[in-house]
């Protein structure tokens, strides 16, 4: 049944039966997943799910995408494991609280359109890293800290349950959508396993093995931590690591639900709403987080297109919080441990070895290195930044070996130079390269109706080129040369030839 009442701002018509179904859907997906990272972290499973309520409920108001879902998400916490390690839970608080910050100054200044900059070989790399981070980990539980504190790899019976039990749990994931999908398949498999544990008493390792829940409401709470520089140095870059992870995982999910649904998301709106989600995380106790990108597609494909489903999502979790506690400390960890490993054999983008005899080189080293540089360092933010700067050193090659020139001369002796292909740092050489000031006729025009003034390299050339013909008192013209060039020419009066009609005005970055 649909409705066309609006909630909060909508104007859409929303179908309640849907989003009723898809949030209840979405919370049952996002609660295996935020404990498990919480634990990954060695946090207590409350501020996971804390972080699902909390980043849940204020993006889903907020957020520049209806339909997006987002929660305790591991591509942010896997890089504030070695500071938890070090500094402690009170510092992963000011941390992300921090970094909600500098997200909202990317909202507030618009910057979130500067994700289209992020080519795709680098997003399968990042996204292959993070399978692997995720992967690996759950190897981890696998291993068991005894009294002295020693951690030592399970062994005997011990070791042929957990491992049993975490096969179980990734059939169950595997086959059962097969049987249908009106029911998520990480949640039949976490029941299935849990019933077999209590059924037949079978002695495993447990939530409450790792850290009780107490279920009680997020109460606000200042980090407890020096307010100093010293501080501010610690947390500062973790901060801004955790920040560029965030929005770049919440941006590209937004713009994979605007390619699935045909419909547009402000990115600056959302880059607001994660920020100020991830600052109220840092005052009440959540590990913080970001877009989920499996979640959002659980939420599509339960046929969800409005912010309903996320709002009841959130609130269902927080039910949990309060009344579910006991309940969640006896789910086993290998039920855990089978839906992350499948979550990350999913995030794994298969696709790009099927591929790789396709793709570039240039692309398939940029993918790999990201991917490694991931893996090595746990620093997704370095990572994609690298591949970012390597794929554009790449494109730069690319394109300075497409300059040319067509050379001609005209009835009047006038020679022509028609300029294809952009002029900037990397093409500049080749491009004065074509040009001979001693031989040329007394006029001499180069044409760029075909070609583009990029940056200051190559408004020098320009202007080097042009004194070199003036010194043979000769007259050099450029024609159909944009209006913001021109401006910063040097000797522009001397050397351009004005034709307003013909002249483009270029703009780097587009408003919208």
Same mark, same amino acid.
């Not at 972290?41 to 996971?48: I, K, R």
């Not at 957990?162 to 169950?172: N, S």
């Given at each position: 049944m649909k409705n066309t009442i609006s909630l909060f701002d909508f104007s859409k018509k929303i179908n309640y039966k849907n989003e009723l179904l898809a949030g209840f859907t979405v919370a049952m997906t996002m609660i295996p997943e935020s404990l498990s990272f919480a634990i990954l972290?060695?946090?207590?499973?409350?501020?996971?799910l804390y972080a699902a309520f909390m980043m849940g409920l204020v993006t889903a108001v907020l957020g520049g995408r209806p339909g997006m879902v987002s929660g305790g998400a591991g591509a942010t916490i896997v890089v504030l494991i070695a500071l938890i390690q070090s500094h402690g839970v009170e510092y992963l608080f000011a941390t992300v609280a921090l970094a909600g910050?500098?997200?909202m100054?990317?909202?507030?200044?618009?910057?979130?359109?500067?994700?289209?900059?992020?080519?795709?070989?680098v997003m399968y790399g990042f996204l292959n890293g993070l399978a692997i981070i995720i992967f690996m980990a759950q190897v981890e539980q696998f291993k068991i800290t005894d009294s002295s504190g020693a951690v030592s790899w399970l062994q005997g /019976? +011990?070791?042929?349950?957990?491992?049993?039990? *975490?096969?179980?749990? !990734?059939?169950?994931?595997?086959?059962?959508p097969k049987i249908t999908k009106t029911v998520p398949a990480s949640l039949v498999a976490i029941i299935v396993v849990f019933a077999v544990v209590l059924g037949f008493d079978i002695p495993t390792k447990t939530v409450a093995d790792i850290a009780h829940i107490s279920g009680n409401l997020?109460?606000?709470? /200042? +980090?407890?931590?020096?307010?100093?520089?010293? *501080?501010?140095?610690? !947390?500062?870059?973790?901060?801004?690591?955790?920040?560029g992870v965030g929005l770049i995982e919440s941006l590209l999910t937004l713009s994979m639900v605007d390619e699935i649904t045909n419909t547009k998301g402000d990115t600056n709106k959302e880059s607001l709403a994660q920020g100020l989600a991830n600052i109220t995380n840092g005052f009440f106790g959540g590990m913080g987080g970001c877009a989920m990108v499996a979640q959002t597609l659980v939420n599509l494909n339960a046929g969800s297109r409005a912010r309903l489903s996320g709002i009841i999502a959130s609130l269902l979790i927080l039910i949990i919080i309060l009344c579910g506690a006991p309940v969640i400390e006896k789910i086993p960890m290998a039920a855990l441990v089978g839906v992350m490993m499948m979550v990350a054999i999913s995030t794994f983008q298969w696709v790009s070895i099927r591929i790789v005899n396709k793709m570039p080189k240039s692309d398939i080293f940029v993918g790999v290195t990201v991917a490694l540089i991931t893996v090595i360092l746990h620093n997704l933010a370095l990572a994609v930044l690298i591949g970012v700067?390597?794929?554009?050193?790449v494109f730069a090659w690319d394109n300075a070996k497409r300059i040319r020139a067509r050379k001609y001369v005209d009835e009047n002796g006038i020679k022509y130079y028609e300029i294809y292909g952009p002029?900037?740092?990397?093409?500049?050489?080749a491009f004065t390269d074509k040009f001979d000031p001693m031989n040329d006729p007394e006029q001499v025009v180069v044409d760029f109706k075909?070609?583009?003034?990029?940056?200051?390299?190559?408004?020098?050339?320009?202007?080097k080129l042009s004194k070199r013909y003036k010194q043979y008192h000769k007259t050099f013209h450029l024609r159909h040369l944009s209006e913001d060039c021109r401006k910063i020419l040097k000797n522009a009066e001397a050397v351009v030839e004005v034709n307003i009609q013909d002249d483009p005005t270029y703009k780097v970055m587009p408003e919208k």
């Open positions: 972290a060695g946090l207590s499973p409350l501020t996971g910050i500098l997200q100054a990317v909202g507030i200044f618009k910057l979130g359109k500067f994700v289209r900059l992020i080519p795709q070989p /019976i +011990p070791l042929y349950i957990m491992a049993g039990l *975490t096969a179980l749990t !990734i059939a169950v994931v595997y086959f059962f997020p109460s606000f709470h /200042i +980090p407890q931590i020096p307010f100093s520089l010293e *501080t501010l140095q610690i !947390i500062f870059p973790y901060a801004l690591i955790m920040a700067i390597i794929s554009a050193l002029l900037f740092f990397g093409s500049v050489t075909e070609s583009r003034i990029v940056d200051m390299s190559a408004i020098d050339a320009l202007d």
